[in-house]
């Protein structure tokens, strides 16, 4: 028999989030065992990459161990977070572990190997981290030497300084866990998020929440008490800022209930968006601080002003296209999809039964050309086999499938598959996925080239980004829309939450150029359809309309807006 339902009271990915910091804590424990701790970050993995119904359904089912790397005791951990929010080796660990040493795992340069020295020769929180770096007293330690040192100084430097930043795909489950625990507290009105991680910035220096009440000290107290906050940075009656154990800073405001809508728009947008809303508000007579609504809307209205969305709060009050701009469910067909044939985690037919229990209008099968060898590329030879298996798989299932190519541009500046092979195509996605590091001139004659190519491209992943991690490519980015605008070819915004490129601030540019787009998933597994939420985020923060974006079409008039031939 089943046991009855049990509601979580955590998600996957707060739970995923709870797994990291067990395996943090568990790599930091006296006699920390790093196999245990590899675990529960494979199963955060795994988390992320499961739905969020099926979850669920193996928790209540007893099925987690069915999920691969996931075994009895890692599987007990998470039904455990799943029912009740927290674990019982979760506090244990928060309370065994010393947060000086969590404060220190924090620091650029410091691996778990050096943190077991420094602790081994008595330096065990920050503090006494400063003091022996004074006089240059790490280099004494057999391991340590000059260079070391040095980095370790920067990375303190840096830490002190609170530059870190966060994806935004690692801080939502923070963001969301946290204003989950704040609703909680009966003085608690409302809790949303704000700041950048409502404006869907890529990265992020703080995941910031609002809170309407009218006992604000009670529920800072709420905020700066959880079990996971390593450090108060500040706290007054109203707000707070801390550092999580995780590393995450986090802030909290808290407003009265008649001033939420205000606050909320305060709290949210830039400081330029602010400032004009506040001057605006003064040309009224009014002050924006103290308008008295419920919600958001409620103050544009009385500002005179349509509602802007979060994402497009970055700037001042222009307006133009906020009436139609793209939104989520107007998508109608999931673009740029890996499957087995090249590195994908799912096969062609996994994957069109998850589009089809999404919905879904049509999928792009594009898997990797043969020149990406690190992926599998799809050699020609393997071609007709993967569209013959389209072919059957087509059969099965109403989404529409495309088959495809993510054709690597070469270095100078061809694409991967004869000409002839990339017309037999639906889609051609264009990308680099080599030789990032060209000087500017090389790659844009290297782009134009591509991009001039007769046949109709997208121009995957355009600059080459991984968030926080790599660099944009160098290049004349103006030649290259020109070069676009000129020829056949629509740009991607690719919703992998890694890349997400093209970055917005280029959004703006290209649209001048009418240059039409597409909002991609990059999935390399059905689970992985979520993340177009993070490509309509970029898109909307370029000011993107539902016009402009191809795969907001039907498939036919998809198909023929992107036919290579």
Same mark, same amino acid.
């Given at each position: 028999?089943?046991?009855?339902?049990?509601?979580? $009271?955590?998600?996957?990915? #707060?739970?995923?989030?709870?797994?990291?910091?067990?395996?943090?804590?568990?790599?930091?424990?006296?006699?920390?065992? *790093?196999?245990?701790?590899?675990?529960?970050? @494979?199963?955060?993995?795994?988390?992320?990459?499961?739905?969020?119904?099926?979850?669920?359904?193996?928790?209540?089912?007893?099925?987690?161990?069915?999920?691969?790397?996931?075994?009895?005791?890692?599987?007990?951990?998470?039904?455990?977070?799943?029912?009740?929010?927290?674990?019982?080796?979760?506090?244990?660990?928060?309370?065994?572990?010393? &947060?000086?040493?969590?404060?220190?795992?924090?620091?650029?340069?410091?691996?778990?190997?050096?943190?077991?020295?420094?602790? =081994?020769?008595?330096?065990?929180?920050?503090?006494?981290?400063?003091?022996?770096?004074?006089?240059?007293?790490?280099?004494?330690?057999?391991?340590?030497?000059?260079?070391?040192?040095?980095?370790?100084?920067?990375?303190?430097?840096?830490?002190? &300084?609170?530059?870190?930043?966060?994806?935004?795909?690692?801080?939502?489950?923070?963001?969301?866990?946290?204003?989950?625990?704040? =609703?909680?507290?009966?003085?608690?009105?409302?809790?949303?998020?704000?700041?950048?991680?409502?404006?869907?910035?890529?990265?992020?220096?703080?995941?910031?929440?609002?809170?309407?009440?009218?006992?604000?000290?009670?529920?800072?107290?709420? %905020?700066?008490?959880?079990?996971?906050?390593?450090?108060?940075?500040?706290?007054?009656?109203?707000?707070?800022?801390?550092?999580?154990?995780?590393?995450?800073?986090?802030?909290?405001?808290?407003?009265?209930?008649?001033? %939420?809508?205000?606050?909320?728009?305060?709290?949210?947008?830039?400081?330029?968006?602010?400032? #004009?809303?506040?001057? *605006?508000?003064?040309?009224?007579?009014?002050?924006?601080?103290?308008?008295?609504?419920?919600?958001?809307?409620?103050?544009?209205?009385?500002?005179?002003?349509?509602?802007?969305?979060?994402?497009? &709060?970055?700037?001042?009050?222009?307006?133009?296209?906020?009436?139609?701009?793209?939104?989520?469910?107007?998508?109608?067909?999931?673009?740029?999809?890996?499957?087995?044939?090249?590195?994908?985690?799912?096969?062609?037919?996994?994957? #069109?039964?998850?589009?089809?229990? *999404?919905? $879904?209008?049509?999928?792009?099968?594009?898997?990797?050309?043969?020149?990406?060898?690190?992926?599998?590329?799809?050699?020609?030879?393997?071609?007709? @086999?993967?569209?013959?298996?389209?072919?059957?798989?087509?059969?099965? $299932?109403?989404?529409?499938?495309?088959?495809?190519?993510?054709?690597?541009?070469?270095?100078?500046?061809?694409?991967?598959?004869?000409?002839?092979?990339?017309?037999?195509?639906?889609?051609?996605?264009?990308?680099?996925?080599?030789?990032?590091?060209?000087?500017?001139?090389?790659?844009?004659?290297?782009?134009?080239?591509?991009?001039?190519?007769?046949?109709?491209?997208?121009?995957?992943?355009?600059?080459?980004?991984?968030?926080?991690?790599?660099?944009?490519?160098?290049?004349?980015?103006?030649?290259?829309?020109?070069?676009?605008?000129?020829? @056949?070819?629509?740009?991607?915004?690719?919703?992998?939450?890694?890349?997400?490129?093209?970055?917005?601030?280029?959004?703006?540019?290209?649209?001048?150029?009418?240059?039409? !787009?597409?909002?991609?998933?990059?999935?390399?597994?059905?689970?992985? %359809?979520?993340?177009?939420? !993070?490509?309509?985020?970029?898109?909307?923060?370029?000011?993107?309309?539902?016009?402009? $974006?191809?795969?907001? &079409?039907?498939?036919?008039?998809?198909?023929?807006?992107? *036919?290579?031939?």
């Amino acid at each position: 028999m089943r046991e009855a339902h049990h509601p979580p $009271v955590l998600d996957r990915l #707060a739970i995923a989030a709870l797994l990291r910091e067990i395996a943090l804590l568990s790599s930091l424990e006296r006699g920390g065992n *790093r196999f245990k701790a590899r675990a529960y970050e @494979r199963g955060a993995e795994v988390l992320e990459k499961t739905e969020e119904n099926e979850v669920g359904t193996r928790v209540r089912e007893g099925r987690l161990t069915e999920l691969e790397g996931i075994g009895p005791a890692l599987a007990g951990t998470i039904t455990e977070l799943f029912r009740t929010g927290t674990a019982t080796n979760l506090l244990r660990l928060r309370t065994e572990v010393p &947060r000086g040493l969590i404060e220190l795992s924090q620091i650029d340069g410091l691996t778990e190997k050096r943190i077991d020295l420094l602790v =081994a020769n008595g330096i065990e929180d920050v503090d006494a981290l400063r003091a022996s770096l004074a006089v240059n007293g790490l280099r004494a330690i057999k391991g340590f030497g000059v260079k070391t040192e040095d980095k370790i100084r920067a990375g303190l430097e840096k830490h002190d &300084r609170g530059e870190e930043r966060q994806r935004l795909v690692d801080a939502l489950p923070i963001g969301e866990r946290l204003a989950s625990h704040l =609703a909680a507290e009966p003085a608690v009105a409302q809790v949303e998020l704000a700041g950048e991680i409502r404006r869907g910035h890529e990265a992020l220096e703080s995941v910031a929440l609002l809170a309407a009440s009218d006992d604000p000290a009670r529920v800072v107290a709420r %905020f700066v008490e959880q079990p996971e906050v390593l450090k108060i940075i500040e706290r007054e009656t109203s707000s707070a800022r801390v550092t999580l154990a995780g590393g995450s800073r986090a802030e909290l405001a808290v407003v009265p209930k008649n001033r %939420f809508g205000a606050g909320h728009i305060i709290h949210t947008g830039s400081s330029a968006h602010v400032e #004009a809303l506040e001057m *605006r508000a003064r040309s009224k007579g009014l002050s924006l601080a103290t308008m008295e609504h419920a919600s958001e809307q409620e103050v544009y209205s009385a500002l005179d002003l349509p509602y802007f969305p979060p994402e497009r &709060r970055d700037g001042g009050l222009d307006t133009e296209g906020l009436a139609d701009l793209v939104a989520f469910d107007d998508v109608r067909g999931m673009v740029h999809v890996h499957s087995t044939y090249s590195d994908g985690r799912d096969s062609i037919e996994a994957l #069109a039964l998850e589009a089809d229990r *999404r919905g $879904v209008e049509y999928l792009t099968i594009t898997d990797h050309s043969p020149s990406a060898f690190y992926a599998q590329g799809v050699v020609i030879d393997n071609l007709k @086999r993967q569209w013959d298996e389209i072919a059957v798989v087509q059969e099965k $299932v109403k989404v529409k499938l495309l088959r495809g190519t993510e054709s690597d541009i070469n270095a100078d500046g061809s694409l991967d598959y004869p000409d002839a092979i990339l017309e037999q195509m639906d889609v051609v996605i264009a990308s680099i996925h080599s030789r990032h590091q060209m000087d500017a001139d090389a790659m844009t004659d290297r782009l134009v080239r591509a991009m001039k190519h007769p046949v109709y491209k997208i121009w995957g992943h355009a600059l080459g980004r991984l968030v926080l991690k790599r660099d944009p490519i160098r290049c004349d980015m103006d030649a290259v829309l020109d070069a676009i605008a000129s020829s @056949r070819a629509a740009i991607e915004v690719n919703g992998d939450p890694y890349r997400l490129d093209l970055a917005p601030e280029w959004i703006p540019a290209a649209r001048k150029r009418k240059i039409p !787009f597409v909002i991609s998933v990059d999935a390399h597994s059905a689970a992985a %359809f979520s993340v177009l939420r !993070f490509g309509v985020w970029m898109a909307r923060r370029g000011g993107l309309t539902k016009s402009e $974006v191809l795969n907001t &079409r039907g498939v036919d008039a998809f198909k023929a807006a992107v *036919r290579p031939s």
